[in-house]
């Protein structure tokens, strides 16, 4: 019983130190690393499309959506989303699927705690080119269980609205998180990048 007890307590303390040390932002060179770890911290996103709605039809639309890129700590850094036609900025997509999505670490406590306004470079943040596209099969399965994970309420949301899974198909990523400008990142070494390796 003291054993189990005391593997339990292990266990407790392995999850509780873990996660500190997996969440320390990577120094701001590393471009593609950042844009990976903000991709994972937030679990929103503003997404702007091409609105196809009066008054505004033609002109930039942004509105706020749940994401997910798997369990922070693991992000696979690609932006999955559950969408129904009924929403306006999802019926945009279905005329013109392509879409900029943004996200901040003002999301998170980092830049509070740091004392950074969103608009300070400091405050990472990165913003995502490309197209809007409906997932299938064992994708789905995957971006069910990232979104479900951490957007619990989802499972309650109206059967009849018909969801969807659908990821953003990233063709540049442009990142904020030093003073001198953007900078870019090609989806590939996006992708390569490890959010969370460890350095010292
Ligand atoms: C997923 O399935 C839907 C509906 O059957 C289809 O319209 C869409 O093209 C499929 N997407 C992919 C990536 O296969
Ligand atoms: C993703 O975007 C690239 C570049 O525009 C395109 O070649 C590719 O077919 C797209 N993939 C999907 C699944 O839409």
Redesign the pocket.
């Known amino acids: 019983m003291a054993q189990n007890l005391n593997a339990w307590l292990a266990a407790g303390l392995l999850l509780l130190t873990i996660p500190v040390k997996l969440y320390i932002i990577p120094p701001h060179e590393e471009v593609a690393r950042m844009a990976r770890f903000v991709a994972n911290q937030c679990d929103w996103a503003s997404m702007a499309t091409i609105s196809t709605h009066d008054p505004v039809q033609g002109q930039p639309f942004s509105n706020a959506f749940s994401i997910s890129d798997g369990p922070v700590g693991f992000g696979t850094g690609v932006p999955y989303m559950y969408l129904t036609e009924m929403e306006i900025s999802v019926q945009d997509l279905k005329a013109n699927p392509q879409a900029s999505l943004s996200m901040s670490l003002a999301q998170t406590d980092f830049c509070k705690n740091q004392g950074y306004d969103t608009q300070d470079p400091l405050c990472a943040h990165i913003i995502f080119s490309g197209s809007v596209?409906?997932?299938?099969?064992t994708e789905a399965n995957f971006a069910k269980k990232a979104l479900f994970s951490r957007h619990p309420e989802m499972v309650e949301w109206p059967a009849d609205h018909n969801w969807f899974f659908a990821k953003m198909n990233i063709t540049k990523v442009w990142v904020l998180d030093y003073f001198g400008g953007v900078k870019t990142v090609t989806p590939e070494d996006y992708f390569k990048a490890s959010p969370y390796k460890k350095y010292n």
């Open positions: 596209v409906e997932v299938n099969g």
